[in-house]
């Protein structure tokens, strides 16, 4: 998934931040874009606004995590829920077996899987303390697939 584009919301008071600097790096980050911007239960989103600090296990060194997403929404309930979201492709969020005879392919595989998964520990963190939720998003949930 290369794609890549300027996305220009509809709703531009919905979004937190500079509705005029909004990136998509995959197709599937501009479904959600699409979905946030016309959902009326979505009250604010914003992308990549917020930045997390997380130890890489791969160099040992502090580094800066955007989520894809951050939402306020309203819930069948009323209530308002915020939510932090990342948009990864499902074989991303899970370790990769290993072959028997272990390739380079492997190895990238997983360093990728191992700082993913320091990302989303920082990120369940912030979102704790902060009594938000932290979801992945993969094909099966932004194309409905099961």
Not at 38 to 48: C, G, K, M, T
Not at 60 to 81: C, T
Request: proline content about 6%; some cysteine.
């Amino acid at each position: 998934m290369a794609y890549k584009g300027k996305f220009r919301p509809k709703n531009t008071s919905k979004y937190m931040g500079d509705p005029t600097k909004i990136q998509y790096r995959s197709l599937w980050e501009r479904k959600c874009m699409i979905k946030f911007d016309e959902n009326p239960s979505i009250l604010r989103w914003a992308s990549e606004e917020m930045a997390i600090p997380y130890l890489s296990p791969v160099d040992k060194k502090r580094h800066r995590y955007y989520p894809d997403f951050l939402v306020e929404l309203k819930n069948k309930q009323g209530e308002i829920e915020t939510l932090m979201i990342e948009v990864k492709p499902l074989k991303q969020t899970v370790a990769p077996k290993k072959p028997k005879r272990v390739t380079q392919r492997f190895i990238n595989e997983a360093k990728t899987f191992s700082v993913n998964l320091a990302k989303w520990d920082a990120a369940r963190a912030v979102c704790e303390k902060r009594g938000w939720e932290f979801r992945i998003l993969t094909e099966k949930e932004i194309h409905g697939k099961s």
